[in-house]
């Protein structure tokens, strides 16, 4: 018989478990230096700096910022399709 208690609990267990991966993403930096441009980003794909020749460039961080969550909403989307047409 199916319990809906259960399937909540593991629902719950997952979110926390998902939470705790992206706080261990968000904790993470990877940084990359070319020539005179260093960036830096959160594991998370947050960027958090972009300096060209030493000087904070806010407006390319705020671009870039934006273009990664673009991406990542249609990779959701994508992803949302793919698993729906699995469910049917």
């Given at each position: 018989?199916?319990?809906?208690?259960?399937?909540?609990?593991?629902?719950?267990?997952?979110?926390?478990q998902a939470l705790q991966i992206q706080q261990a993403l968000e904790a993470e930096e990877f940084?990359?230096?070319r020539g005179n441009v260093r960036i830096v980003i959160s594991g998370n794909q947050n960027v958090r700096v972009?300096?060209?020749?030493?000087?904070?460039?806010?407006?390319?961080k705020t671009a870039l910022n934006e273009v990664i969550k673009k991406s990542q909403q249609?990779?959701?989307?994508?992803?949302?399709?793919?698993?729906?047409?699995?469910?049917?």
């Amino acid at each position: 018989m199916f319990n809906p208690f259960k399937a909540l609990g593991d629902v719950n267990a997952m979110r926390k478990q998902a939470l705790q991966i992206q706080q261990a993403l968000e904790a993470e930096e990877f940084e990359v230096v070319r020539g005179n441009v260093r960036i830096v980003i959160s594991g998370n794909q947050n960027v958090r700096v972009v300096e060209i020749d030493g000087v904070a460039n806010d407006d390319l961080k705020t671009a870039l910022n934006e273009v990664i969550k673009k991406s990542q909403q249609a990779a959701a989307m994508k992803l949302a399709e793919i698993s729906k047409n699995f469910q049917q």
